[in-house]
């Protein structure tokens, strides 16, 4: 929203030497954000004056037509120069850029010889000198003081405030509700916009049919004016407060409604009202129905669209944008002005239904006054009648069906005690009446309570804490006392948090990259991880109001967003990747639905049942980790060709967790999509499947656009428990005693499960094992293997013998022989 200063001051009376240093304060004390200040007074620099044209001479030698002009500046003598604009004749008054003059651009100007002539100085058009898009001709003023400063004439004296309008301060959007609040805020009068228009009656006659078949507008106005010039050009003063506001003027009824939404913050529209049929009918949009708006786009209209119609059907989007088939034009001879009131969340959702946020449906969904939609409607006709000619019709429509605004209970320290200033009871209700607030009070056994009317400009005041906000924002946030809250003695870092950040940094230290992304995935997702029908990763909680359409679902495994990373930079160019994230999944609680859902009131606290009732259905929220690489491992260089990344270097992802987790990882071959039924691992902590690591199956890497042989892990990190603290380790100062062992087993049997038999057998003595060979021959016999392990023994207290040491190598090799069937090769 863009403010002119010298719009603003005629509804709030500014002070003459009010700097704008201190406006900006006011607007940010208000409570407004103000994005930049734009001062249009350091827009041209040097001599600008007003010149009138005493003579014009046709240059007719010249390829394009050229005028060699004599401009009086209220010198001695008038100034020759040179100009190609026909739009002017002598005696007009025009504004002259003289010599020294810099025009927007760094476009300087100076005394110069062209077309056989001198051209000292420039008549300048309204684009020229950065007031408007205007570049038709040259700007003729209609007064003006030959040889006074042209900036005052032309609104290059002005500030303009850019301002960052939140939602709910709607009423904002509006030089009214912006001077209400500079006015409060600097102590002066204001002069409410309003009021220049007194409100008509309604009268028995309609100025055309009307019928409101809508609950979604409670207001609905109409105002006709004949035989008016309804494109002809606006007054000059409206064409530049409009551009300095930001917005070109297209001709009279256009910029009258657009003017007096800027002024009011109320939306109009005009008809063409010889190109209505029939019966006006305010109502919703039926099924099939179709409307092209003024943007020249044809749009599809769902049931609960709200819209204009006449005998041929939608004539309008209601409170968003206006439709082709009625729009005023060049030939519009009689204009029928709407203004109305609509229902908030209706305009916002068919707004971004329609991806379409026009001027008027962000002010709609904000909060309109509906007290001003007959004021804005008259007012509009007034200034056609004036600027535009014709006859204003007296026939007045005013479907009105409003309901009063609730009032709202008070108790009058409550402001105190929320913000811990000590407001009495006269700033409380001075503080709630400069937010145009009706006020009546009562005593109770509790105190005083305030009864509170919000004005019908604030619908954004529905609860006490409301207008507690209002107390302390209008009192001013200066005199809120700021304090350091004392920090309380904590634990620091719970072990879950503490392991998480070990997790992290280990992951880190060995090259991965840790990324962010949003826990909304798409419906097709679980199809392109190639999950079974059955899978219950498939079972994820929907979002009732998701940010994005296309991803409504919560994801209930950290690879379905993650992917999303990986093709973001695969398209960016990046080929080596190995990125890592950790989050919460989401998994429907038991017995959930996805249309099971809960009431919970906000006007007031839940009852204890409703909040159980809710609590028992949040979905149960694990934190998982996991990691997706591809491209290179081990780049190609002199030191050999490289090694693409595989399995093994998810699987190695997956043991680095573990590691920094402090637990012991186990794996076994695994069956699970999404990866490669052979290239799967099943990870496991103390027996317990907690995750899955390795090749990602070729059909899914296909269907998410990712390489070939992109690997992946994993892992639940709430299913793995958090060990207790380890005791300090004893170092033995005893040598080890190193034996070998080689057992022969099948060859289906993993060797990490034979490992860790051994290790059972092995006892408390041994200090390490370690697989080095794995054979296989004939001699063996068909399908077993001989898996030789390097077994280092070690007590604390004496050196072991080779007796000790071969009666644990063969207690090692019994715990293997019972469950694998394994024997010692000979």
């Not at 001709?137 to 850019?162: C, K, S």
């Not at 099924?287 to 609960?304: F, M, N, S, V």
């Not at 819209?307 to 034009?329: F, H, K, N, R, Y």
């Not at 967003?561 to 973001?568: C, E, F, I």
Request: proline share 6%; hydrophobic share 45%; with cysteine.
């Amino acid at each position: 929203m863009r403010i002119p200063v010298s719009w603003l001051s005629e509804y709030a009376a500014l002070p003459e030497d009010l700097s704008t240093a201190e406006i900006d304060a006011a607007l940010v004390d208000a409570g407004l954000e103000v994005e930049a200040v734009h001062d249009l007074r350091a827009q041209v620099t040097g001599p600008l004056v007003v010149g009138r044209v005493a003579s014009v001479e046709e240059l007719t030698e010249f390829k394009k037509p050229i005028r060699h002009c004599h401009v009086d500046v209220g010198e001695d003598e008038p100034r020759s120069i040179i100009c190609g604009a026909r739009n002017f004749a002598e005696g007009d008054l025009v504004v002259v850029a003289l010599p020294g003059a810099v025009l927007p651009g760094g476009f300087a100007i100076g005394s110069r010889k062209t077309y056989g002539r001198l051209s000292d100085g420039m008549i300048c058009s309204a684009r020229e000198l950065g007031v408007s898009e205007d570049h038709e001709g040259i700007m003729v003023l209609p007064e003006g003081t030959v040889g006074a400063d042209a900036r005052p004439v032309v609104g290059l004296d002005d500030v303009v405030f850019e301002l960052a309008i939140t939602p709910d301060m709607g009423y904002c959007f509006s030089l009214r509700g912006v001077a209400r609040e500079v006015a409060h805020r600097l102590g002066v009068a204001f002069d409410d916009p309003a009021g220049k228009a007194a409100e008509p009656a309604a009268t028995e006659h309609q100025p055309y049919p009307l019928r409101v078949e809508t609950d979604g507008c409670n207001r609905f106005t109409l105002r006709e004016v004949r035989a008016v010039d309804a494109y002809a050009e606006s007054p000059e003063w409206m064409a530049r407060r409009l551009t300095q506001a930001g917005m070109r003027p297209l001709g009279l009824a256009v910029d009258v409604t657009n003017y007096l939404m800027l002024e009011l913050g109320h939306p109009l529209h005009a008809f063409d009202r010889d190109k209505l049929e029939d019966v006006l009918v305010v109502r919703r949009a039926e099924q099939g129905e179709k409307l092209t708006t003024l943007d020249g786009a044809e749009r599809a209209l769902d049931p609960e669209d709200m819209v204009i119609c006449d005998a041929t059907g939608p004539l309008s989007l209601a409170g968003v944008m206006g439709g082709q088939s009625s729009e005023v034009d060049e030939r519009t001879r009689n204009v029928l002005i709407e203004a109305a009131h609509w229902d908030q969340v209706a305009i916002a959702r068919t707004s971004r239904r329609h991806r379409l946020s026009s001027e008027a449906s962000k002010r709609y969904e904000r909060g309109v006054d509906s007290a001003l939609s007959l004021i804005a409607a008259q007012r509009a006709a007034e200034l056609l009648v004036e600027y535009g000619g014709g006859t204003l019709v007296e026939e007045v429509a005013d479907v009105d069906h409003r309901r009063p605004v609730a009032a709202i209970d008070l108790p009058v320290d409550l402001p105190a005690k929320t913000i811990g200033v000590d407001y009495d009871r006269d700033t409380v209700i001075a503080m709630l009446e400069a937010a145009g607030c009706a006020i009546e009070s009562s005593t109770v056994d509790s105190g005083t309570v305030l009864t509170v009317t919000p004005a019908t400009w604030r619908p954004d005041l529905t609860d006490p804490a409301d207008l507690v906000e209002e107390v302390a924002r209008l009192h001013g946030y200066a005199h809120i006392p700021s304090s350091i809250p004392r920090a309380i003695a904590g634990t620091g870092l719970t072990p879950q948090q503490r392991r998480r950040r070990r997790v992290a940094r280990a992951l880190a230290d060995n090259g991965f990259i840790e990324t962010y992304t949003f826990p909304f995935v798409s419906r097709e997702r679980a199809d392109e991880l190639g999950l079974d029908e059955k899978d219950p990763q498939r079972d994820a909680v929907a979002v009732l109001n998701p940010l994005d359409d296309t991803a409504p679902l919560l994801r209930t495994t950290v690879l379905a967003s993650l992917v999303g990373a990986v093709k973001t930079n695969l398209a960016r160019g990046t080929r080596d990747l190995a990125v890592f994230e950790e989050g919460l999944v989401f998994q429907p609680a038991e017995g959930w639905t996805e249309f099971d859902l809960v009431d919970l009131p906000v006007s007031r606290r839940p009852g204890d049942e409703a909040i159980s009732a809710a609590i028992r259905r949040l979905p149960v929220q694990p934190r998982h980790l996991a990691a997706i690489l591809c491209g290179t491992a081990v780049p190609a260089g002199v030191e050999g060709p490289g090694r693409q990344v595989d399995w093994a270097d998810a699987i190695e992802a997956a043991e680095i967790v573990a590691e920094a987790a402090g637990v012991e990882l186990e794996t076994a071959q695994g069956e699970t999509a999404p990866w490669h039924p052979g290239r799967c691992a099943e990870l496991r902590v103390e027996g317990e499947v907690v995750g899955h690591a390795g090749e990602l199956h070729p059909e899914v890497c296909e269907a998410l656009g990712l390489p070939r042989r992109t690997a992946a892990m994993e892992l639940d990190l709430t299913a793995i428990p958090v060990p207790d603290l380890a005791p300090a380790p004893v170092i033995s100062h005893y040598p080890a005693t190193l034996i070998d062992v080689a057992v022969v087993v099948a060859e289906a049997v993993p060797a990490g499960e034979v490992e860790a038999a051994l290790r059972e057998g092995a006892g408390e003595l041994l200090d390490g094992l370690r697989l080095f060979d794995v054979y296989r021959d004939a001699k063996l016999g068909e399908a077993r293997k001989s898996l030789a392990f390097k077994m280092e023994l070690r007590s604390v207290d004496r050196t072991l013998t080779n007796e000790e040491g071969v009666a644990i190598r063969d207690a090692a090799v019994a715990v293997a022989a019972e469950r694998f069937g394994a024997t010692i090769r000979e």
